[in-house]
């Protein structure tokens, strides 16, 4: 992966209010892949006191944004299909990995996991992105 592009892409994603806010950290960065862990507290819990998808959402987008622009080029999601597995227990370290399967000049498509720090699936995501035809703001 280009160095420039990695360190523009942590940079930004360690200043990003919402990342800051939801307590969502980059681990492992690499082209069309990243690691990001977030511990899952009681203020993301819904109504029934488990996880609220939203938390969990947030959690794979930011792995998806991550991953889908590490080529330097901006990418935008198109769609997200998301399966919710399981509900972590309360302080769980939860990491969502999203792995790149395909990319075109225009599209790229993922494959996103969360799983507790027990290793257990909690939900699986499928992601599509079109790839703009721009360079990344930011760089």
Same mark, same amino acid.
């Not at 950290?25 to 892949?33: A, P, Q, S, T």
């Not at 990995?97 to 699936?121: C, G, M, P, Q, W």
């Given at each position: 992966? *280009?160095? $420039?592009? $990695? ?16 307590? =969502?950290?980059?681990?492992?960065? #690499? ?11 009681? +203020?993301?819990? @819904? ?5 609220? &998808?939203?938390? =969990?959402?947030? =959690?794979? *987008? ?6 889908? #622009?590490?080529? &330097? ?9 998301? @399966? ?6 309360? &302080?769980?370290? =939860?990491?969502?990995?999203? $792995?790149?399967?395909?990319?075109? #000049?225009?599209?790229?498509?993922? +494959? ?5 720090? @027990? ?21």
């Amino acid at each position: 992966m *280009d160095e $420039k592009i $990695k360190r523009a892409i942590i940079r930004q994603v360690a200043a990003e209010p919402f990342a800051k806010k939801s307590g =969502l950290k980059l681990i492992e960065l #690499n082209d069309g892949y990243s690691r990001v862990e977030m511990v899952f507290t009681k +203020d993301m819990e @819904n109504i029934f006191g488990m996880a609220h &998808g939203g938390a =969990l959402f947030a =959690l794979i *987008d930011e792995a998806f944004e991550i991953a889908a #622009n590490s080529h &330097g080029t901006m990418a935008v999601a198109l769609n997200m299909s998301i @399966n919710y597995i399981s509900s972590p227990a309360r &302080g769980s370290l =939860l990491t969502a990995e999203a $792995k790149e399967l395909n990319k075109t #000049n225009k599209t790229a498509t993922y +494959d996103i996991r969360v799983t507790d720090n @027990n290793n257990s699936l909690i939900a699986a995501c499928q992601a599509l992105v079109y790839r703009k035809d721009k360079p990344l703001p930011f760089l």
